[in-house]
């Protein structure tokens, strides 16, 4: 059976899509290594893009994300538009706490960080703006996945569910319980899931409709971990940032 053509624009996403967290910036020839395209082929599209702005070439040759790029992602509406509603909120959490503060949105199997607040001397997380992190390995995740209908949870439960360290939720029913967990509490605590020194409290931030749209999270070194006294701080976080969006409680 052969393979279909890729069109035009699967190509022209194929290169952008070279670039990510661990290879913001690629020479022509890893663009077409690992957008799986010739060289000939990578020198035209990357020539469009970097007209257009999407693409900006370095003084070293090398290529990385443009700022029209930037410009345009941030129209998205579960991007900067909420970070800038968010942002008064998560920084009263950080000034109440001190520790990482972070935004998440959920896209596919993976939560999206748009916003994160470094804490002077808090544990190191391995966290950027823009990140991506599998849903059942973080706070925010479990958040946004334990609010999923029944028949979403079922699709993810069912895998793959990558590990990172002992302690990451890679068994099915032991993931079930913590979303459950979760819905009561109306918190998920995430420990030792991503590294073995941090644990993180998130709660959920609902849209309008009262949809759950992003998470909120603390992230604390695991050690004597203070989760019943950082849990009202973050619910009181979620609960603003959902009430500046159009939220109103029954």
């Known amino acids: 059976m052969t393979t279909p053509a890729r069109s035009a624009a699967d190509?022209?996403?194929?290169?952008l899509a070279a670039f990510d967290h661990r290879h913001p910036a690629l020479s022509l020839t890893d663009i077409g290594r690992r957008a799986?395209?010739?060289?000939?082929?990578?020198?035209?599209l990357v020539g469009t893009l970097t007209r257009?702005?999407?693409?900006?070439?370095?003084?070293?040759?090398?290529?990385?994300?443009?700022?029209?790029?930037?410009?345009?992602?941030?129209?998205?509406?579960r991007?900067?538009?909420?970070?800038q509603v968010a942002l008064p909120y998560l920084e009263d959490l950080y000034e109440a706490t001190h520790e990482n503060v972070q935004l998440a949105v959920r896209d596919g199997r993976d939560v999206v960080y748009t916003e994160w607040i470094?804490?002077?001397?808090?544990?190191?997380?391995?966290?950027?703006?823009?990140a991506r992190w599998p849903l059942h390995a973080t706070g925010v995740g479990l958040a946004l996945l334990a609010h999923d209908s029944p028949a979403g949870q079922d699709d993810y439960c069912a895998g793959p569910l990558t590990s990172f360290t002992p302690y990451t939720l890679t068994e099915p029913q032991r993931l079930r319980r913590a979303l459950a967990e979760v819905r009561h509490r109306?918190?998920?605590?995430?420990?030792?899931?991503i590294t073995e020194d941090a644990l993180s409290v998130a709660a959920p931030v609902r849209g309008p409709d009262g949809a759950v749209t992003a998470a909120v999270s603390l992230v604390v070194p695991h050690a004597d971990a203070p989760v019943a006294a950082l849990t009202p701080a973050v619910r009181l976080a979620a609960r603003g940032i959902s009430r500046a969006l159009g939220w109103r409680p029954d």
Do not use: K, N
Not at 11 to 15: Q, S, T
Not at 58 to 72: Q, T
């Open 79 to 83: 991007g900067l538009a909420l970070r």
């Open 186 to 193: 109306g918190v998920a605590v995430s420990d030792r899931q």
């Open 52 to 77: 257009w702005g999407a693409l900006e070439r370095a003084p070293d040759g090398r290529y990385h994300v443009g700022l029209r790029l930037w410009e345009v992602a941030a129209l998205a509406p």
């Open 36 to 44: 799986g395209l010739t060289l000939t082929t990578a020198h035209r």
């Open 11 to 15: 190509r022209l996403l194929a290169v």
């Open 118 to 130: 470094s804490g002077r001397s808090a544990v190191g997380v391995h966290i950027r703006v823009g």
